[in-house]
């Protein structure tokens, strides 16, 4: 079973404050339940057994039925999902009303995305390891959803539309595999994508040299089922456009390394392209725009 341990570093470190500030609260509530004859004297310091407390913090990894105490992930995440099934439908959901969020422009592509929005549903926002396990452990996996569905996981406030103010300036890193070929091994690519979103694992250069502390490019991930392929993506919220965007490119091709290797788990030099399926490769949500022109691709 994984140990905490093996959570990326910024979930570690919030794991520990988040166990720390349990331990403080049990010692707090132990102190308040003293009767008056168990109060300490004046200038006397209560001594405090921190191995016992300690042994009433369960986690999932000791308890998974009964944790008192969850792991933090660095940011909150919200899952959207459409499908054929789901659009022109009432469902229920949260309103989009109640989901903080940056209004889209007033422009007739604003307009369009309003309406694409009313077909796609919000289904939950969590912030926790344990809440996302038992998100992931009751949809149905990508392999099993029907044609032209997606699933959207992206930060929490974030629209999963280039329209949002956090992916206008954006692009994303995607790859598209043959369905009857990749059927066997799809769940388990969303489910290392996913994961190396929510552990922020993506971004190598979200700590700088001098230590200042970096806003991550990712904003969300997608998976796409089509009747002849799967398609999973990346989305950043920078595009590097220039020789001036050096360091920026740089930062994205690592992202787009990562992707290939650690999470697809692809040597790589192997090119994947052949019939139906592409490269790893990253387009701006600009030139995405510009069907039928000349674009820039990045390609790992």
Known sequence: ?????????PALQ?????????????????NESKTDGENLEPGEIQEVDMQAQAETIKTVFSDPKNFNVKHPLCSAWTLWFDSPATKGRNLPQ???????????????????????????KRVITFDS??????????????SQLPQKANYYLFKEGIIPAWE??????????????????????VDKFWL????????????PLLTSEGGETLQSLITGVIVSTRPQFYRISIWT????????????????????????TQVLGYPEGQRLAGALATEVEFLSHKDSERKGKQTKKIIV
Not at 129 to 142: A, D, K, Q, S, T
Not at 164 to 185: T, Y
Not at 240 to 258: F, N, S, V, W, Y
């Open 1 to 9: 079973m994984t140990s905490v341990s093996s959570l990326p570093g």
């Open 14 to 30: 919030a794991s520990k404050a988040a166990l720390s500030a349990a331990l403080a609260e049990n010692e707090a509530k132990e």
């Open 94 to 120: 949260t309103p989009m009303s109640s989901f903080p969020q940056t209004p889209l422009p007033q422009t007739p592509g604003g307009a369009a995305v309003q309406g694409w929005m009313e077909d796609i």
């Open 129 to 142: 390891v344990e809440e996302f396990w038992g998100l992931y452990n009751n949809i149905v996996p990508p």
């Open 164 to 185: 949002d103010e956090a992916n206008k300036n954006g692009g994303k890193w995607s790859i598209q595999l043959p369905r009857d070929k990749n059927r066997a091994v």
């Open 192 to 203: 290392y994508t996913m994961l190396a979103a929510i552990g922020e694992t993506f971004d």
């Open 237 to 260: 919220r920078s595009a590097p456009t220039g020789g001036e965007d050096d360091k920026l490119r740089e930062r994205i091709e690592a992202i787009g390394r990562h992707f290939k």
